[in-house]
């Protein structure tokens, strides 16, 4: 097998970012996934998003389950932690380094396969419970590793590449993710790089649960006429809700809109959000509007991309549980286990 390292030489007229960083500092290995396919165009946005927001590499934790998708993680952020789990179970593996250590901003990687089917369960909890994470689902609606059957995103009626057609109802994570209480909920597709990096940006910079579901079509098995998931069929097919710009809150705003133009949403940390509506009846605030707004489209055979819907006054697990300021990974034995005396007022309280 041969082994292809990228160079460890930088040009030294490459643009740094306001923490001192190239483009270059924020990839990965090189990666090995089949040339075109859309995986590869979300790590380039993942990067490019990194690099925007001045994020210092260390202060993200990167984690995965099993597919192709969850390989990707390897081709970004070299530099930051990384963790890649078994099959399904990234959201409670990222729960707990998130309780542990609440300081890093987490990213969670996953596939169709991955969270709609073994880990259907796990994506739920994650949503409901509201982990301040950017939870980024790279859907091509097949198993690519396992030679492209079916996933459970796969539409109703789509056809395989030898020609099977679907007849199982798709699991819509986009919904999903709605209905559970998910404060920053937005879909894209791998070849518009545009709206997906602000996306990414705004997802990171967000306080609570944040979910994108990016149509990444698979070339070896999920390109062809008949599927759903497939470059031309998402391009002729998609209905864009919103052309989103993230600002951060370190720069002067100097752009003058008119009324009802644009809506600039305040994040947890500070930073805004543009949003710059395309569709004067569609509101991004509005949970049970989004939901409806995306059916009703979808029920014409159109896919809903952008920003759905987002909650600017969004809290986290943190938050709800009322832990300490202080990561519990730098509380010493006593502070962590305090004795009977302070159990026993605890229980006293609750009595």
């Not at 990687?109 to 880990?119: F, N, R, T």
């Not at 994570?173 to 990414?200: C, D, E, H, W």
């Not at 959000?273 to 395309?278: P, T």
């Not at 159109?302 to 832990?323: K, Q, R, S």
């Amino acid at each position: 097998m041969t082994y292809i390292a990228k160079p460890p030489l930088r040009h030294p007229t490459l643009e740094r970012n306001k923490v001192g960083y190239t483009r270059r500092d924020y990839e990965g290995k090189i990666s090995t996934l089949c040339a075109g396919c859309g995986h590869d165009s979300i790590s380039a946005a993942i990067i490019q998003a990194c690099w925007e927001l001045d994020i210092e590499p260390h202060r993200v934790a990167k984690l995965s389950g099993i597919g192709c998708s969850s390989k990707t993680p390897d081709y970004f952020l070299g530099a930051s932690h990384g963790f890649n789990t078994v099959h399904g179970r990234m959201p409670s593996v990222l729960t707990g380094a998130n309780l542990a250590n609440r300081d890093l901003l987490y990213l969670g990687v996953s596939g169709d396969g991955d969270s709609a089917s073994i880990g259907l369960g796990q994506f739920a909890h994650a949503m409901r419970r509201g982990v301040r994470m950017a939870y980024i689902v790279e859907n091509n609606g097949v198993y690519g590793l396992t030679k492209g059957q079916f996933s459970a995103t796969a539409d109703s009626g789509s056809k395989s590449k030898k020609g099977v057609v679907n007849s199982d109802s798709p699991v819509d994570l986009v919904a999903m993710a709605l209905q559970l209480g998910a404060t920053y909920v937005g879909r894209s597709f791998s070849g518009n790089k545009a709206q997906l990096v602000p996306l990414i940006k705004g997802a990171m910079a967000h306080g609570g649960a944040a979910f994108i579901d990016v149509i990444s079509p698979c070339v070896a098995f999920n390109n062809h006429p008949g599927s759903t998931k497939s470059y031309d069929y998402v391009r002729e097919h998609n209905e864009a809700v919103s052309r989103i710009d993230f600002i951060s809150s370190r720069e002067e705003i100097t752009a003058e809109m008119a009324p009802g133009e644009a809506v600039d949403v305040r994040q947890h940390d500070g930073s805004l959000l543009r949003l710059r509506s395309l569709h004067a009846d569609y509101d991004a605030t509005d949970r049970f509007a989004a939901m409806a707004f995306m059916q009703s489209h979808q029920a014409r055979g159109e896919i809903v991309t952008g920003l759905l819907y987002v909650d600017p006054l969004a809290t986290d697990l943190h938050t709800a549980l009322n832990t300490t300021a202080r990561p519990l990974n730098a509380l010493d034995a006593n502070e962590l286990c305090p004795g009977a005396t302070a159990l026993a007022k605890i229980n006293a309280a609750l009595r």
